[in-house]
């Protein structure tokens, strides 16, 4: 530096601020305890790093001490023993840095852990881990192979769709299951591969069997037939066969009648009802006829003219019949007939 009065000139405040700054920042540097890593440009700059100096690993993990001067050489991969471990260096024993290396890294999360089974017993987890090993996936279900027992207040299935509780063979096979569906009829229960179909308790309260109801010997057959000792160890239909006579049928047992003007009717003990009538039909009119008594069915119905015998053209229709009446009328079928009035028979029978 040359001075003022020789000539020189004062430095500028930039630059000294600059210089400043430098070696601020490196006593900072070194009083937060940091240690450079090897530069190998800053290496190159000063030919070398000198006997003593200390780098840092890249990897963050070792030290390193120059052991000569002038020492260009990166320790992280081309050490021609010009550098030394640290640890080594400065005399820890082999068995103390077995001891550092034997250590767990926080960073492997337990995965650099030798002997986990080990591990695990040490810590007295081994029955927890055998039965997580064990215990259900809620996702997919499984098998369970002991009883199960729950002290809660329900044991449920939860959805919409149908829920069977099954009872299942080693193979598989579905020997009875249970369900009711949302909506549904009632509680289903099935004899799974054995058949006989659903045992339905109906929700209006009644209970349905596919076949028969047993009660002891007794049983209600699905056609509503009844055995039992009651009926002489026989069914119920052919007990009443043989101790009572069968109603009579037909048109037997007249238990009411009724007559008018052109007609008289009866009917029977069975509901059926017979109806005779005459009346005069003029030709070329229709005549609606109504029934003395109303049928509960549409009759067979029999008419026909009741006019003289010479007469040999006439032409009888009977139309519209139903459960009160029907409907006639006549007209000439050829020249050779006779007379314009004609008296019309008829004869009906139903329920």
Same mark, same amino acid.
Request: net charge neutral; proline share 3%.
């Given at each position: 530096?040359?001075?003022?009065?020789?000539?020189?000139?004062? $430095?500028?405040?930039?630059?000294?601020?600059?210089?400043?700054? %430098?070696?601020?920042?490196?006593?900072? =540097?070194?009083?937060?305890?940091?240690?450079?890593?090897?530069?190998?440009?800053?290496?190159?700059?000063?030919?070398?790093? $000198?006997?003593?100096?200390?780098?840092?690993?890249?990897?963050?993990?070792?030290?390193?001490?120059?052991?000569?001067?002038?020492?260009?050489?990166?320790?992280?991969?081309?050490?021609?023993?010009? =550098?030394?471990?640290?640890?080594?260096?400065?005399?820890?024993?082999?068995?103390?840095?077995?001891?550092?290396?034997?250590?767990?890294?926080?960073?492997?999360?337990?995965?650099?852990?030798?002997?986990?089974?080990?591990?695990?017993?040490?810590?007295?987890?081994?029955?927890?881990?055998?039965?997580?090993?064990?215990?259900?996936?809620?996702?997919?279900?499984?098998?369970?192979?002991?009883?199960?027992?729950?002290?809660?207040?329900?044991?449920?299935?939860?959805?919409?769709?149908?829920?069977?509780?099954?009872?299942?063979?080693?193979?598989?096979?579905?020997?009875?299951?249970?369900?009711?569906?949302?909506?549904?009829?009632?509680?289903?229960?099935?004899?799974?591969?054995?058949?006989?179909?659903?045992?339905?308790?109906?929700?209006?309260?009644?209970?349905?069997?596919?076949?028969?109801?047993?009660?002891?010997?007794?049983?209600?057959?699905?056609?509503?037939?009844?055995?039992?000792?009651?009926?002489?160890?026989?069914?119920?239909?052919?007990?009443?066969?043989?101790?009572?006579?069968?109603?009579?049928?037909?048109?037997?047992?007249?238990?009411?009648?009724?007559?008018?003007?052109?007609?008289?009717?009866?009917?029977?003990?069975?509901?059926?009802?017979?109806?005779?009538?005459?009346?005069?039909?003029?030709?070329?009119?229709?005549?609606?006829?109504?029934?003395?008594?109303?049928?509960?069915?549409?009759?067979?119905?029999?008419?026909? %003219?009741?006019?003289?015998? %010479?007469?040999?053209? =006439?032409?009888?229709?009977?139309?519209?019949?139903?459960?009160?009446?029907?409907?006639?009328? =006549?007209?000439?079928?050829?020249?050779?007939?006779?007379?314009?009035?004609?008296?019309?028979?008829?004869?009906?029978?139903?329920?």
């Amino acid at each position: 530096m040359i001075l003022k009065a020789a000539g020189g000139l004062p $430095p500028k405040g930039q630059n000294m601020n600059q210089i400043l700054f %430098e070696l601020s920042d490196l006593m900072r =540097w070194a009083s937060t305890g940091a240690i450079n890593s090897f530069d190998p440009a800053f290496s190159s700059a000063i030919s070398g790093y $000198p006997s003593g100096a200390l780098v840092l690993s890249d990897a963050g993990d070792k030290l390193f001490i120059s052991v000569i001067d002038n020492n260009t050489d990166n320790p992280n991969s081309t050490n021609t023993g010009s =550098w030394k471990n640290a640890a080594d260096f400065i005399g820890v024993s082999e068995s103390v840095q077995q001891d550092i290396d034997g250590k767990l890294a926080k960073d492997q999360n337990g995965a650099d852990i030798p002997d986990k089974n080990q591990f695990v017993k040490n810590l007295g987890l081994t029955e927890t881990v055998d039965c997580a090993k064990n215990a259900l996936d809620k996702r997919t279900g499984g098998t369970v192979n002991g009883d199960i027992i729950s002290q809660g207040g329900k044991i449920g299935l939860k959805g919409d769709n149908r829920k069977h509780f099954i009872l299942a063979n080693a193979d598989g096979k579905v020997r009875a299951y249970i369900y009711k569906d949302k909506g549904g009829d009632g509680i289903h229960i099935n004899n799974g591969i054995d058949g006989g179909g659903d045992y339905i308790f109906h929700k209006d309260g009644g209970f349905r069997a596919p076949s028969s109801v047993y009660a002891g010997a007794a049983r209600i057959a699905s056609d509503g037939n009844i055995y039992g000792s009651m009926w002489g160890n026989q069914w119920l239909d052919a007990y009443l066969k043989k101790t009572f006579q069968p109603k009579k049928t037909g048109l037997v047992d007249i238990v009411e009648t009724g007559s008018g003007t052109g007609y008289y009717w009866r009917k029977f003990s069975d509901g059926k009802i017979e109806i005779f009538g005459r009346l005069d039909s003029t030709y070329g009119a229709p005549l609606d006829v109504v029934f003395p008594k109303v049928f509960t069915e549409i009759p067979f119905l029999f008419v026909k %003219e009741n006019g003289d015998s %010479e007469v040999n053209g =006439w032409v009888m229709r009977a139309r519209n019949l139903s459960k009160t009446g029907f409907s006639v009328q =006549w007209n000439f079928f050829s020249s050779s007939g006779q007379g314009s009035a004609m008296e019309v028979c008829y004869h009906a029978i139903g329920s």
